[in-house]
């Protein structure tokens, strides 16, 4: 099974282990809220119907049975107790003060009308939500409303195990999702490192294959390059010689001077000499660099611009930063079609030196930027694709690294960073 499938299948187990614990967190909060509310109810109508037939006592003494019976706390959570009539007007009521108080409310109304106990929630003055049973009634020939109003905190016990069972979820579900995530980062990071380290051995056993290609073609080639020099000799001296075979002979020593160049890249590649340091100045270095390409060849397309720099000292493998900024410049060159400018700076950071290398030439677009690196990887009729392998290899021999920012149509960056000592 792949790594994208693992990660798949372990995403659709969150997922459905997720929506499981939310349903079942739902129904049970659904179900503690009804068993909530029934508990309410069967109390106060427990409560309603226990006073009922005592009602036309009640309404006839002077003392305020209801008052009495919240202080004695004969039954637990009681509000408030009243009568109404069917008009609203409060004949008796726990509460004194509001006696003979007229109220219109759709509770008392429901209950009226069905003739059935009728239950809501009403926010009292005190801004308490409390939970009301309105049974209708008859006393002494008049239809009444006796009304049960209930605190409710006595009776969300069930509501706050349902909360903590809804919160332990959460919490097992965050819990999961938090290991999920570092499990799956931790088998992309797996699979990603075998990916490298394939990569490496790969590079590595082409590094060994080029090597030993190199090796054996070089010989042959010499042979093949020397002889076509003497044919070409032994040609020229001809008084009436043929005009193409002086040109066949110049056409095989073009392509093996080419061939020889593409196995000494391909040596290099997999051979890096042990490093020498030496200090020398980086200026001279890259005047040099900057000549030696100019003298090879011609360069009337490019301004190069080094004004900005300066004497800076550096200890360092010569040879080796010679061949990096060679390549670079020379890529640096081979981007730019008619006219176009070839900038080098470079500073000094801490104990490191950042050298950069920008150019206006063709920039690279998105595949090329990925591919870059890669042996053999080229965009260019006559390159090999070695370059910028060899220019990582170098570096990473000096302690170096290199970074390239480049868009398509505008232009490339390369920033290289060494040690200033080596
Ligand atoms: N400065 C640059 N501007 C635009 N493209 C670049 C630049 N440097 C590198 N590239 C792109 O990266 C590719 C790989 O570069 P690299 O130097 O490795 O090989 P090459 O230049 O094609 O061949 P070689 O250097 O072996 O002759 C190039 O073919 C080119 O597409
Ligand atoms: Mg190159």
């Keep these: 099974m792949t790594t994208k499938n693992i990660i798949y299948l372990f995403t659709a187990l969150l997922i459905t282990v997720t929506l499981l614990f939310v ?14 509310e029934d508990s309410m109810k069967l109390h106060a109508l427990g409560i309603a119907l226990t006073l009922e037939p005592t009602l036309s006592d009640i309404l006839n003494r002077e003392r305020n049975i209801f008052a009495e019976i919240i202080k004695e706390g004969r039954w637990e959570g009681i509000a408030y107790i009243a009568l109404y009539t069917s008009e609203g007007l409060t004949i008796k009521h726990s509460n004194e003060n509001l006696i ?4 219109d409310d759709d509770l008392i109304k429901k209950a009226l009308k069905s003739g059935e106990p009728v239950n809501g929630y009403l926010i009292l003055g005190t801004g308490e939500n409390v ?15 006796l009304r049960v109003a209930l605190h409710r905190y006595p009776f969300e016990n069930i509501l706050r195990q349902a909360r903590f069972q809804a919160l332990s979820s959460a919490v097992v579900v965050i819990i999961l999702w938090i ?3 570092f499990f ?33 073609i070089r010989n042959p080639l010499g042979s093949i390059k020397g002889f076509a020099q003497l044919i070409l000799e032994e040609i020229k ?31 290099q590649y997999s051979r890096i000499k042990e490093s020498k340091p030496e200090t020398f100045d980086l200026k001279d ?14 360069l009337k397309k490019v301004d190069f611009r080094l004004s900005n720099i300066d004497s800076l ?3 360092t493998d010569y040879n080796k930063l010679k061949q990096v900024l060679i390549n670079l410049i020379y890529n640096s060159i081979e981007s730019i079609d008619e006219r176009g400018f070839v900038e080098i700076n470079y500073s000094q950071k801490n104990r490191l030196v950042e050298i950069s290398i920008s150019d206006n030439g063709c920039g690279m677009d998105e595949e090329t930027l990925k591919n870059a690196f890669r042996p053999f990887f080229t965009t260019k009729a006559q390159g090999t694709g070695l370059g910028l392998a060899i220019v990582e290899n170098l570096l990473k021999a000096i302690g170096g690294t290199i970074k390239l920012q480049s868009k398509a149509k505008e232009g490339t960056t390369v920033k290289i960073t060494i040690p200033k000592n080596l």
Excluded: M, W
């Design 237 to 267: 001296k001809l008084t009436s010689h043929s005009q193409d075979l002086e040109e066949y002979s110049k056409i095989i020593i073009k392509e093996a001077k080419r061939l020889e160049s593409l196995t000494d890249d391909l040596l």
């Design 313 to 315: 000292f550096i200890e």
């Design 100 to 103: 003979n108080k007229k109220i």
């Design 131 to 145: 939970f009301v049973l309105n049974l209708p009634t008859f006393v002494e020939k008049s239809h009444v409303v």
């Design 184 to 216: 799956i980062k931790a088998l992309k990071q797996s699979e990603a490192l075998s990916k490298a380290i394939e990569e490496r051995q790969r590079l590595a056993l082409l590094g060994e294959i080029s090597s030993r290609l190199a090796h054996e």
């Design 285 to 298: 270095l890259i005047l040099e660099c900057v000549n030696n390409i100019k003298a090879n060849i011609n």
């Design 179 to 181: 290991t999920g995530f």
């Design 23 to 36: 349903l079942s967190n739902y129904f049970t909060y659904k179900n503690a809220l009804t068993a909530y």
